[in-house]
């Protein structure tokens, strides 16, 4: 290290005073309602070249400690004092990630050396496009997805251009919110050089560079020893989103994690074709980009809170994202909806890491709620309603030590609901009831978190909701160690009526006055057998509503009877032989990974040959028709002679993939070999 | 009656504060306080008094006091045994909570147990509707086998927290009624009573705190009373309140919810009071005691208030003094981490063993040990000649701390206090940002046991220019109490939109809470001085989901002035946000009126300032930032206004020591406050 320990504490604390101080001044002067309620921005400090030194932790999105701007940096060649640059192009220097959000960045000079840039993102509410807030699903181009400015400067040498805000803000719905939140980003990157000038002050100019570098060597070196506890090895594992576009085949994320010493590698291979909808993450197969360490950034803080959150840790890291991939798409792959796949790969880092270390980590965490928003007309002053009503969340997995967490927890816990209170005044919509999801926690020795359950009605017609992110209602959260899977999240129309309606994964639909929408978001997975768990545990959920007597029996072996004064309690010698008749019946349990039924079923058909045939061939194909083929091949598999044993060794994808390149004489210089 | 008494009984001592207003004297006292058996510190500490000959208790006429004792009901989690019924539909209203956990970073991150476990929580069959319309009757059986199911379970208390409650009680108010009936021993508590406010969980988290310190908070301030009555003291007891104000005890036992941070509010109340009479504007207070350090801003002689404050591991959301805890203290105990980076905290060796330099047992260093070290506590006895300071133990518990950074013992003491400093820096800092203000036109007024002891060090790293020591800095808490006034907070959702229509229904409710709040004032405490009312809205452009309270005068409602209103509001958004949209629509969520009855201030002599260069009382070897220096010596006692010094210097007295790093002036003001000033400002700085 280039300066003394004493110092670099010191100084450590300088630079997140820094951070958190430029955090509260664009959460203070920031004018949409948006980034009060989500916090969904960053701020920040980074070296010249673009590695983030500090990040705030007290509020902004969780996703952005390793983010590393030398991308766009370096799409811009003649820095001055003063300067602010702007992107929210997905695709130029990938460090923005959609277009709603927009990345600022800001050269700061000690006399005449560039010392640092102070940078941050807002998610705009809206930056144009096909579609309000310019996030739908079914999106296929990036440019449908709003206006994208390259890299330029908004600001030169503090005068502001003009010309180009007025061509940002000609092509967005709102503009006087974007620019609104602009210039509290503006504020907040002169609050970070004004603090770089103070710490220059206090530390001088050579401590301050090199006490930067080893605020990063520091994060670097406690991830390493974090990662030397790890044992090494291979750890392979998948997980699916239940439909690649709307009601489109699942989609794969794969991911083999390598750990060796202090290092990690995360090969993606294996990962779906990228996708002709918006769920690509735009990566540019940066080896440590952001979008993917988030996941490892979460496991390893969580086995080591001390771990300071800078960029310095990914330097342990090493990512593999063959391109054309949903990790590392191709202009101009759309990429509005990337949370929902980055969601899934979150899961699918903690379930790799987990293998590694099964007592130490969590079954999978909740997913696939949606994000409610509800656009409607109150009936009494004719006047229209946009309101965000509640993110549909859940906890974390089961744990060696403990039951995951209810309701919230593990990659959604910075997530804030709306009280219901405020969605009846606010929303135009009448609550019928919000809680926990009965039954949806996944069974173990130490039960999965359970989700959240919302049911809801609309008061007047054309009641317009939108549910972004909505996944889970197939393939739900998996459990380990012979934990079992979570609950399938819900999305039900008229529930127990005649009218009863299965959403699925809708994500934007139109209601009647009358209607009543029940979700919920997907349990978390269990960690443990279920039939060793505590019958008095087992009893205490069913008192608290969170387990049914029919679940006590089917996924505990609990057999709960009910006193004089119909109290629960558990019949202890009906649960000794049920629980013996079980275990006598059941085939022991020896994968690690305890997948869902449905998953279990699918994996049949599309098992680790078929697959590993499948994205060999798709890898020879030029990147436009990897989806097409996909679907083709998928189509094809599925009405194929169940009997036949090709269909499940890899065969009967080879000869529907050969037949393809028959069809199209252009591709017949792709064939397997 | 010659006599106000103050009173702060702490986990370890209980300080008292007596100003005799014949002679316009302030004395100060510390007993141990005696948590087992509440009362009887207060009756030690009153007759150690009269022993004194400071104090004559039949001649008191004012006796007011902080305590504690709620709040650590919530952390011991010794308070009541709780149900909860809640609208049917929303039992897990505690559970849910507003989803975020307490470490969003972290995947096991998880929010704390409810107060109320889930089993004892009961859906009542029944609507209303968000106007107050009954929307479904209550259903009196499914109450009467709640409460029959809450009393089999062993619950003494019941909270009941209906959905918008807040703008029809009726069913709260019947269920109470049933309850009386059937189980006439049965403790209940309503939200409409509680905080009659929107947002079910924030109203429902607060009344059960409120349902759960209930029994405990009365029983022990029937002993609170008791003890006055057995020590002679005529005077009507008051306790203190978290929103800096005082109200009879009598009253705390049915309003436990409003005292809990009573502790922390008094303290900034007596720093707001010093700020007033000093005439600085801007004011940090800094109370440092053992185990933390409570950071407060003071506008104007105003502290910042704020709902949602925490108690324990639950937010409660009536109106707090707004204070920040910072986990260092003086008794913060510094370790070497894994990549030999040293730290400082959050673990604390408390009062009990203590910093090793108290010689109690103490082992292991601590933020105290490293000034002991460094000769910044001078030498001799602190803390009312009860602790013979013992500098050889604090050089041993910090030696295991040098070996490992390889240093001599006097760059390790130096590196923990520059180590602390950088983390209270942080969330000073922090705090500052919040509020969009500039640390350099603030002054630090540290208090606490060991406030004065870190306070030039935290002001020279936040480049503050003045720090202001009172007088008795270690019973702050206690004076605050001295001069409280008599306060409550008034509250009521109305959600209205800011028109002519809108403004009518507020004036209604305005009459409603003014006839409430002068009921409380004049009827429950029986005072009958100046009293004063505060009125403010809680008020929002339409779409947002927070908002601003917004303070106004009773004529523009009076007048019916929407645009005065809107003004208002418009350039309470801006100075907040630094911007406003004077088209945009505002609504009124809230109405809130403070009602404070003016207490009599105690009048202090001030004293001539005749300049003078004070005489130490000896020179004494200190080392600071690698250097030694000779450092004046000065008792507190035999300072005199007027008296003036140059850093560095160390002011000891009975309840805390100073120290005045070498670029800093002393000077002693009329009211016997230490004024140190940066030195470079004299020259043109």
């Not at chain 1, 959403?503 to 443990?528: E, Q």
């Not at chain 2, 209930?214 to 057995?230: C, E």
């Not at chain 2, 203590?354 to 010689?359: D, K, S």
């Not at chain 2, 009125?535 to 309270?549: L, P």
């Amino acid at each position: 290290m280039a300066i003394d320990k004493i110092t670099l504490e010191i100084l450590k604390n300088h630079t997140r005073a820094a951070a958190e101080s430029m955090a509260f001044t664009l959460y203070r002067t920031a004018h949409s309602t948006f980034v009060k309620e989500t916090e969904d921005f960053t701020t920040g400090l980074t070296t010249p070249t673009g590695e983030t030194f500090a990040t705030p932790t007290e509020l902004g999105a969780t996703w952005f400690v390793g983010l590393n701007y030398s991308g766009a940096i370096k799409l811009i060649n003649d820095y001055k004092p003063g300067d602010i640059c702007m992107t929210n192009d997905p695709y130029s220097g990938f460090v923005c990630t959609h277009p709603p959000d927009m990345h600022i960045w800001k050269p700061i000079f000690h006399k005449d050396e560039l010392v640092a840039f102070s940078v941050g993102h807002i998610h705009n509410t809206d930056v144009g496009g096909a579609v309000p807030a310019s996030l739908s699903r079914s999106l296929s181009e990036v440019h449908q997805e709003g206006v994208r400015m390259p890299p330029m400067k908004i600001l030169e040498e503090g005068k502001l251009n003009q010309k180009m805000l007025d061509v940002f803000l000609t092509n967005v719905r709102a503009p006087e919110q974007n620019w609104g939140d602009l210039k509290a980003q503006i504020a907040a990157c002169n609050t970070g050089e004004r603090k770089v000038h103070e710490m220059i002050e206090r530390f001088g100019v050579d401590t301050f560079k090199n006490g930067v570098g080893d605020l990063l060597d520091y994060a670097e070196q406690q991830a390493r020893a974090i990662i030397s506890e790890l044992p090494d090895g291979e750890y392979d594992f998948s997980e699916y989103i239940d439909e690649d576009s709307v009601n489109g085949w699942p989609c794969r994320l794969r991911l083999l994690l390598i750990i060796k010493g202090d290092e990690l590698i995360l090969d993606f291979t294996g990962s779906d074709p990228q996708l002709e909808s918006s769920m690509n993450m735009p990566t540019g197969g940066d080896p440590r980009h952001v979008l993917m360490m988030v996941g490892v950034v979460y496991v390893l803080y969580s086995l080591d809170p001390r771990l300071y959150l800078n960029s310095g840790i990914t330097r342990a890291c090493k990512c593999i994202l063959p391109s054309g991939t949903i990790v590392n798409p191709s202009f101009p792959a759309a990429v509005g909806m990337r949370t929902l796949s980055c969601n899934r790969l979150h899961g699918l880092t903690f379930g790799a890491f987990a293998k590694a270390v099964p007592d130490r980590l969590m079954g999978a965490p909740a997913s696939g709620g949606p994000i409610l928003n509800v656009n409607t007309t109150d009936t009494l002053t004719g006047r229209r309603i946009m309101a965000a009503v509640n993110p549909m969340t859940g906890g974390s997995g089961g744990t060696k030590l403990a039951d995951g967490t209810d309701g919230s927890g593990a990659n959604s816990g910075f997530l804030k609901n709306s009280p219901v209170e405020v969605n009846e005044v606010e929303a135009g919509i009448r609550v019928h009831s919000y809680g926990l999801s009965k039954d949806s926690a996944g069974p173990g020795e130490h039960r999965g978190g359970l989700g959240t359950d919302f049911i809801f009605e609309a008061l007047s017609p054309n009641t317009k909701v939108t549910a972004r992110n909505r996944d889970r209602t197939r393939f739900s959260g998996w459990g380990i160690s012979e934990g079992r899977a979570g609950g399938a999240s819900k999305f039900i129309r008229n529930p127990n009526t005649d009218k009863e309606f299965n959403l699925r994964n809708t994500d934007i639909l139109s209601l009647d006055p009358g209607d009543r929408i029940h979700v919920t978001c997907g349990g978390a997975g269990g960690w443990g057998n279920a039939l060793n768990r505590d019958p008095e545990s087992v009893l205490l959920d069913v008192k608290r509503d969170w387990v049914s007597v029919d679940g006590a029996r089917l996924d505990y072996g609990v057999v709960i009877s009910f006193e004089k004064n119909n109290l629960p309690i558990v019949d202890k010698v009906e649960t000794k032989k049920l629980r013996d008749t079980i275990r006598a019946s059941e085939a022991p349990n020896t994968s690690f990974y305890s997948p869902c039924d449905a998953r279990i079923e699918y994996e049949k058909v599309w098992n680790k040959t078929n697959y590993d045939v499948l994205t060999k061939c798709l890898a020879n194909l030029p990147i436009t028709w990897r989806f097409y083929a996909k679907h083709r091949i998928f189509s094809e598999i599925e009405n194929w002679d169940p009997s036949d044993s090709n269909r499940l060794n890899g065969a009967a994808i080879e000869s529907t993939y050969n037949k393809m390149l028959k069809d199209f004489p252009e591709l017949e210089n792709k064939r397997n070999n | 009656m010659a006599y106000r008494v103050a009173v702060d009984i702490g986990g370890t001592f209980t300080d008292f504060c007596v100003f005799n207003e014949k002679n316009s004297s302030l004395n100060t006292h510390k007993v141990l306080s005696t948590p087992n058996n509440p009362g009887s510190e207060i009756v030690l500490g009153v007759s150690e008094l009269q022993e004194k000959g400071v104090l004559n208790p039949t001649e008191v006429s004012w006796f007011s006091h902080g305590t504690t004792v709620g709040i650590n009901t919530v952390i011991q989690r010794s308070g009541a045994e709780l149900a909860l019924f809640v609208t049917s539909g929303f039992e897990d209203v505690l559970e849910v909570a507003r989803l975020k956990v307490p470490d969003p970073y972290n995947i096991f991150s998880k929010r704390a147990n409810p107060l109320v476990p889930r089993e004892r929580v009961f859906g009542i069959s029944q609507r209303i509707l968000k106007d107050g319309s009954v929307d479904s009757e209550l259903n009196e059986e499914t109450v009467k086998k709640a409460i029959q199911s809450a009393k089999d379970m062993g619950s003494d208390t019941i909270v009941i927290a209906l959905l918008h409650s807040y703008a029809n009680n009726k069913h709260e108010r019947r269920i109470r009624e049933i309850i009386n009936s059937i189980e006439p021993e049965m403790a209940v508590t309503l939200s409409s009573d509680v905080w009659p406010v929107i947002r079910e969980y924030e109203r429902t988290v607060t009344t059960t705190v409120a349902g759960y310190v209930q029994r405990r908070v009365a029983n022990y301030l029937t002993a609170f009373q008791n003890a006055l009555k057995s020590a002679g003291i005529p005077a009507i007891p008051m306790i203190g309140k978290s929103n800096g104000g005082v109200m009879t005890a009598e009253l705390g036992k049915s309003d436990p919810i409003s005292m809990l941070l009573s502790g922390t509010a008094t303290g900034v109340i007596g720093a707001a009071e010093i700020a007033k009479k000093v005439g600085v504007s801007s004011i940090l207070s800094f109370d440092v005691g053992g185990t933390s350090a409570d950071v407060a801003v003071i506008s104007n002689g105003e502290p910042a208030y704020s709902s949602g404050e925490m108690v324990g591991d639950f937010p409660i959301y009536v109106p707090t003094v707004s204070v920040t805890s910072i986990g260092e203290g003086g008794g913060s105990i510094a370790w070497v981490d894994d990549f030999g980076v040293l730290k400082v905290g959050p673990e604390s060796a408390g009062s009990n063993p203590g910093p090793a330099c108290y010689g109690q047992g103490g082992k292991r260093p601590t933020i105290t040990d490293a000034f002991a070290v460094l000769g910044l506590l001078g030498e001799g006895k602190l803390g009312y000649g009860k602790v013979e300071l013992n500098v050889s133990a604090a050089r041993d518990a910090l030696l295991p701390l040098a070996e490992a950074l390889s240093m001599n013992v006097k760059k390790t003491a130096q590196s923990i206090i520059d180590v602390s400093v950088s983390g209270m820096f942080l969330e000073t800092t922090k705090l500052l940002s919040r509020f969009g203000a500039d640390p350099r036109s603030f002054s630090l007024l540290p208090f606490g046991g060991a406030g004065p002891m870190i306070g030039c060090f935290l002001a020279r790293e936040l480049g503050l220019r003045e720090v202001i020591v009172p007088p008795t800095p270690g019973v702050l808490s206690a004076y605050g109490g001295l001069i409280a006034d008599i306060r409550n907070d008034f509250i009521r959702t109305v959600m209205i939109d800011l028109d002519q229509n809108g403004l009518s229904n507020l004036r209604e409710t305005a009459k409603f809470l003014e006839e409430e709040a002068t009921h409380w004032l004049r009827k429950e405490q029986g005072f009958d001085g100046e009293s004063k009312l505060s009125w403010s809205a809680d008020m929002r452009y339409r779409g947002q989901s927070y908002e601003i309270e917004t303070a106004f005068e009773k004529n523009d409602l009076d007048a019916l002035v929407v645009d005065g209103l809107a003004r208002l509001f418009h350039e309470a958004h801006h100075s907040i946000y630094e911007h406003s949209d004077p088209n945009a629509e505002v609504q009124i969520v809230n109405l809130r009126l403070v009602i404070s009855g003016e207490v009599p201030k105690p009048k202090f002599l001030t004293h001539p300032e005749y300049k003078q260069l004070a005489k130490p009382l000896i020179s004494h070897t200190i080392y600071l930032d690698g250097q030694e220096f000779n450092a004046s010596l000065f008792e507190r006692d035999k300072l005199e206004p007027g008296h003036h010094f140059t850093g560095p210097a160390i002011i000891s007295q009975n309840d805390t020591t100073t120290v005045v790093l070498p670029d800093f002036d002393v000077k002693v003001d009329q009211f016997k406050n230490l004024i140190i000033s940066k030195r470079k400002m004299r020259n043109g700085d």
